[in-house]
């Protein structure tokens, strides 16, 4: 699969962003308390209220049912991406909005950075925490310079955060990579903090130069596995 390294750059070292699509990655579970529902509520009903579209994993359950729905009432477009053996069966439940079955987890993530503006992680599992860090990694290795935030609702992601720290210490990851992830505590503060995101790259990895064919055509190809 080929994606048009133009659109994936788009907006690229801006301050001054203009959102449209935003992707949200989220726990199929509704967790332990009403927190995290009412905050997955309350996101797509912000998105809807900035008249901002919705790009998510597919299917009802959980989180995902939460945000969708809350956008999709709210007056937002939603486009569910979901990989073919999870639609079948209904295991995910149906679909909110419109649909886009994939045949892989990576392919479907490759598509949500194709069509996103800006990523946004509510709480969720393993399937999120794949999510977050592969859109950031891809950022790290200057794939993409779209803005990367975390729903921070009841504290949960402060581990994770103490774990980047950590990993910034040991010299595991550089100041600049820390700095891909935004964090706010509310969907309106992270919204406002990811229009103001200022891409900042490693210096060493804006060598890397990810144009392919001999007719150095700007096209980027997001199957490979990094």
Known sequence: MHIDLVRVLDMEGTSTR???????????????????????????KVLA????HLIYGGGSLGL????????????????????????????TGKTVG???HVFSMHEGIANM??????????PG??????EIFQIASWAHLNLHKKPIGL???NNFFDELFLFLDKAVECQFISQATRKIFVSASTANELLDKLK???????????????????????????TLRL
């Not at 927190?35 to 509520?41: H, P």
């Not at 599992?125 to 794949?130: P, Q």
């Open 151 to 153: 729903l921070n609702v």
């Open 98 to 100: 419109e649909v886009q």
């Open 196 to 222: 103001t995101f200022v891409y900042e790259p490693d210096a060493v990895l804006t060598q890397i130069d990810w144009t392919v064919g001999e007719s150095k055509k700007r096209k980027l190809d997001l």
């Open 49 to 52: 209220e900035r008249k901002l």
């Open 64 to 91: 995902m049912g939460c945000v969708s729905t809350a956008a999709l009432v709210g007056g937002s477009q939603v486009l569910g991406i979901i990989p073919q053996a999870l639609a079948r069966g209904n295991l």
């Open 18 to 44: 203009q959102f449209r699509n935003i992707c949200v990655f989220c726990g199929s579970q509704p967790g332990k308390n009403g927190d995290f529902v009412d905050a997955a509520n309350n996101l797509g």
């Open 125 to 130: 599992g393993l399937s999120t925490l794949e």
């Open 113 to 122: 950075l194709s069509h996103a503006d800006a990523f946004i992680a509510l």
